[in-house]
């Protein structure tokens, strides 16, 4: 199984902040990376597809990067509605493996 | 607008079966492949399965965890995924969440107790 390592586990930030989160992939996975975003009792939205792909809807202040085991998600402004888990997972293969998330907190 | 409603789930005793279904709306549902992952409480998201469409045979794959308890299957006249979960365990309660990229349901609690 690919297993997918998120850091920090949580963090804390102060609107108008950047903020750079890291998924890293036991193995290889190319450009079969996702991010989700969760907030408390809602289900997960997905936010990047193909590690950089920005999904429909989504703010552009939210960009991914990387390839093959090292990936990133950035938030270039932070705004008051992000503060939320993120979670990446990998579709490379099954099982189809999620990080253990990053909570982000308010300062 | 594309929308996957869940239902089915509740209180149910260890060694028990539950059977969840997805109903959906808004696409072509029989075109596309199903997920179904859950969360424990306070946990993070643990992928469960999934089933491909009819043109890729309905193959399903399965999370070792589950494989061998837990069915998915579909009924695209219905426009319904299934998620059969036989012999439960307290472990396996989770909110369930049936998901088409991008799109997921709200979720449906599963609470394995005696």
């Known amino acids: 199984d690919i297993q997918m390592t998120q850091s920090p586990s949580s963090l804390s930030a102060s609107i108008g902040d950047r903020v750079t989160m890291t998924c890293r992939a036991s193995q290889n996975i190319t450009k079969f990376l996702i991010w989700l975003q969760q907030k408390p009792g809602k289900a997960p939205k997905l936010l990047i597809y193909a590690v950089s792909s920005l999904q429909s809807g989504v703010p552009s202040r939210f960009s991914g990067s990387g390839s093959g085991t090292d990936f990133s998600l950035t938030i270039r402004t932070l705004q008051p509605e992000d503060f939320a888990t993120y979670y990446c997972q990998q579709t490379y293969s099954t099982p189809l493996t999620f990080g253990g998330g990053t909570k982000v907190e308010i300062k | 607008e594309v929308q996957l409603v869940e239902s089915g789930g509740g209180l149910i005793q260890p060694g028990r079966s539950l059977r969840l279904s997805c109903a959906a709306s808004?696409?072509?549902?029989?075109?596309?492949?199903l997920n179904w992952v859950r969360q424990a409480p306070g946990k993070g998201l643990e992928w469960v399965g999934f089933?491909?469409?009819?043109?890729?045979?309905?193959?399903?794959n399965y999370a070792a965890s589950v494989k061998g308890r837990f069915t998915i299957s579909r009924d695209d006249s219905k426009s319904i995924a299934y998620l059969q979960m036989d012999n439960l365990k307290i472990e396996d309660t989770a909110v369930y969440y049936c998901?088409?990229?991008?799109?997921w349901g709200q979720g449906t609690l599963v609470t394995v107790s005696s």
């Open positions: 998901t088409r990229v991008p799109n």
């Open positions: 808004g696409f072509t549902f029989g075109d596309f492949a």
């Open positions: 089933i491909k469409s009819k043109a890729s045979n309905g193959a399903t």
